[in-house]
């Protein structure tokens, strides 16, 4: 067995001492202290500190990496006992972390293919998931929710191996923790979740996250940015919300992949021959992500429900606008200045061809139409709202980009400003209609 097998194996069986936090009660954190404290002051050498030592701890003759893990467990537990943070909760945060680095180290034992790495991770971390909530459940006699156990889990799980495709292994701590607030998150939003609702949306996403990976549409931490987003997008929205998120991101990455040698020539193509990766996902997405978590929790908000349904298509028609106006209008000689309208070089941030209006005006009207047909409350002048939302998007982005996008202000910041312009043009040209 690998020296890295062996260690992720002692991390997931030290993450199993939070299923005891039933029985410890507001001890729970207890053992994770006490690993903290040896890891830190008493473990330097040995067979133990073998056992769990990084490349780094070793260096520095301490198990810095022990202690992270069992602070951060033990910051969990307390959270659970005093201020609220469901037990089940913290349990899965912790295993989803230990045990998909195993299974993720179990893979990588027979292959270095990223994405059967990331597989591995998610699949180890969901069971160990659905397996810590369930062995909660039977201590405290509260029933089993398979489904909603299962959601929590993957989902949890997705941010984790997110995170750490992000981030390096010494920041797993903040990996844990970001993970078990985001669950909290997510438990509170996830009511009246069904089993047809979570098998739906992990058989789709899941599967269009791996053929995204496979046709080079995304990077291993892109492709997991859009399996995450569009798990919450069924289920907190539903699958109308999924078909508009997936019209921008399947016709935007055809677009990008649309005669890319040419661009590349012309250069103005993609980096990475175009795969999206986690900044392009959420610069394009974030806002939409925003929309379906205030959408789902609109029960406790004084705002009709349905204006974050319009924000959310009009922040989706302004990405694809913005997209195949850049993608496809770039592809046209004569580019002009947004605000200017002086000729500029094709490329140049701000630079805008009459075609790519018209593809971009196209694309807006697109994701219109899918929200016409498959959002309940869009009307066919709601479906001109949102294309104007998403105009109006596409717009804010050139002008944005001819003005201030820079090092300072780069690509995925303008294209969050100008999905944000998109969603509340919507909204409120959404509120207009409702009031007259």
Known sequence: MQPTLRRASGFALVGTLSVA?????????????????LAAFAITDGPLFELFARPADRREGRLNGLTGFALAAAGLAILATEIGLPTDLFVAAVLVLAYGNLGKRLVAETTDNPFLGTAGFAVAGSVAGVAGQVAIASLTSLPVLAPRFTFLAVA??????????MLFERDDPLVMLSTGMLLWLFDALANGVGTVDVV????????????????????????????????????????????????????????TKFKYEEKKRRGIAEENEGARGTGNVLGNAAVALLCVILFAGSGSLPLDGGLFQ????????????DTLSSELGGLYDNPRLVTTLEPVPPGTDGGVTWQG???????????????FVLLAGVSPL????????GFAGMTADSVLGATVEGPRFGNEAVNFAATFVGAVVSALAAFALVLS
Not at 220 to 248: D, K
Not at 310 to 321: N, V
Not at 357 to 371: D, I, K, R, S, W
Request: aromatic share 12%; charged share 5%.
């Open 21 to 37: 936090a039933p029985v410890l009660g507001r001890a729970a954190f207890v053992p994770f202290a006490a690993v903290a404290v």
């Open 156 to 165: 949890g799980t997705l941010v984790a191996a997110l995170f750490r495709e």
């Open 200 to 255: 739906a949306a992990l058989a789709v996403t899941v599967a269009l996250g791996y053929a995204s990976y496979a046709l080079g549409a995304a990077s291993v931490a892109g492709m997991l940015s859009g399996v995450l987003l569009g798990l919450l997008v069924i289920v907190f929205g539903g699958i109308g919300w999924f078909a508009v998120l997936i019209t921008f991101f399947g016709v935007g990455s055809l677009s």
């Open 310 to 321: 319009y924000a959310f298509a009009g922040s989706m028609a302004a990405a694809l606008s």
């Open 357 to 371: 209006e018209v593809f971009g005006l196209l694309g807006a009207g697109l994701v219109g139409g899918v929200a």
């Open 382 to 389: 709601g479906a001109v709202v949102v294309t104007l939302g």
